[in-house]
């Protein structure tokens, strides 16, 4: 069945509910079972700062354009423009570790919303942006503010012993695979994620000594598995085709590679928000020269042949 741009939206919209549902139950569980550092104050503030900004830019932009406001309708309405912003609060809150102050978190949550309206690029009839917007507001805090970190990645899993540290894994792996492959269909992209992380490790292994165990440590951790299933895979801020974003996936993990060589830290949250911009760029550089050409190299009508003189 041929997809059309009603099915599409509503294909993201479930996918959209079942991402918050999960991302929500995991940030439950990490601060009452799993071991999180943070506070119960760290998610509760980055909500708090993202729903604000994003209320107020969606006020700002349908004041301007005059239409209604999105959130306006009901409860289920609200509940549903707010998705987006709820995911990205809970993954920055999760991520940051900016000890017991607050103020950074809901900078990055604050900043995650912003992007979305300040950096967009015109996709086929749309507009939208390039960015990924918790990813994006977590690397702009990491680079302004260098006394904040990650959480320490062990956080996930030091609450569990045994087959907990098995099952937790699973659990993600499992129902993010049906998630990228039913609604955000991002399989590819994750596969070359992937293969591109590993072959990036042997690469530097093969040229530059750097111990294999070491460079393929990352993939072990539950940090890893949340980046590959539920960040990179932003169906918004990546290609839609499968060649495009087995492109993606590869570019991202061939940055990282090379933020490892000159031993940047934070190589994961940097290297997409890289590619994010040179995707961005692009995207912008090939809409003006459509505009270009259709303003100085208008296509011309056909004129008649008995209306030429």
Same mark, same amino acid.
């Given at each position: 069945?041929k ?6 939206a509503?294909?993201?919209l ?6 918050a549902?999960?991302?929500t139950?995991l ?8 071991g999180f550092?943070q %506070? ?5 503030t ?7 900004t994003e ?5 700002a932009?349908?004041?301007?354009t ?5 959130f306006?309708g009901?409860?289920?309405r609200?509940?549903?423009f707010?998705l987006?912003?709820h995911?990205?609060a ?5 991520l ?6 607050l103020?950074?978190?809901a900078f990055?949550?604050? !900043? ?14 749309d507009?939208r942006?390039?960015?990924n917007p918790?990813? +994006?507001?977590? %690397?702009?805090?990491? /680079?302004?503010?260098?006394w #904040? ?6 956080q996930?899993?030091e609450g ?12 993600i792996?499992? %129902?993010?695979?049906?998630?990228n492959?039913r +609604? ?6 994750? &596969?070359?994620? /992937? ?5 990036? !490790?042997?690469?530097r292994?093969?040229?530059l ?5 070491? !460079?393929?440590?990352p993939?072990?951790?539950? &940090? ?18 499968a060649r495009?974003?087995?492109a993606f996936?590869?570019? /991202? ?9 000159t031993?940047v830290?934070?190589g994961?949250?940097? &290297?997409?928000s #890289?590619v994010?911009a040179?995707?961005? &760029?692009?995207l ?5 020269s ?8 208008p296509i ?5 042949v008995?209306?030429?003189?």
């Amino acid at each position: 069945m041929k997809n059309t741009p009603a099915r599409e939206a509503s294909s993201r919209l479930a996918g959209l509910r079942r991402f918050a549902i999960a991302i929500t139950i995991l940030n439950i569980l990490g601060h009452t079972v799993l071991g999180f550092e943070q %506070s119960w104050a760290v998610p509760l503030t980055a909500l708090a700062a993202a729903y604000t900004t994003e209320m107020l830019l969606e006020c700002a932009d349908a004041r301007l354009t005059g239409r209604p406001l999105k959130f306006a309708g009901g409860p289920r309405r609200s509940v549903d423009f707010m998705l987006s912003a709820h995911i990205s609060a809970l993954a920055v809150g999760m991520l940051l570790y900016a000890n017991e102050r607050l103020w950074p978190v809901a900078f990055a949550a604050a !900043a995650a919303i912003a992007s979305k309206a300040l950096f967009r690029a015109k996709v086929g009839k749309d507009s939208r942006h390039f960015f990924n917007p918790s990813n +994006f507001g977590i %690397s702009l805090t990491l /680079v302004l503010f260098p006394w #904040i970190g990650i959480a320490p990645p062990y956080q996930f899993t030091e609450g569990l012993d045994g087959a907990g540290d098995w099952l937790l894994p699973a659990l993600i792996v499992i %129902s993010g695979s049906f998630l990228n492959a039913r +609604f955000t269909k991002r399989l590819p992209l994750i &596969a070359a994620w /992937v293969g591109g992380f590993f072959a990036q !490790a042997l690469i530097r292994h093969w040229l530059l000594g750097v111990r294999l165990e070491g !460079a393929l440590a990352p993939m072990t951790g539950v &940090a890893f598995i949340l980046y590959t299933f539920y960040m990179v895979t932003d169906p918004v801020t990546t290609p839609g085709t499968a060649r495009g974003q087995a492109a993606f996936g590869s570019a /991202v993990a061939f940055t990282y590679g090379l933020l490892m060589v000159t031993h940047v830290v934070f190589g994961l949250f940097f &290297a997409l928000s #890289i590619v994010c911009a040179i995707r961005g &760029a692009f995207l912008l550089l090939q809409s003006r020269s459509i505009v270009e050409q259709t303003v100085f190299c208008p296509i011309e009508s056909p004129v008649p042949v008995g209306a030429r003189q």
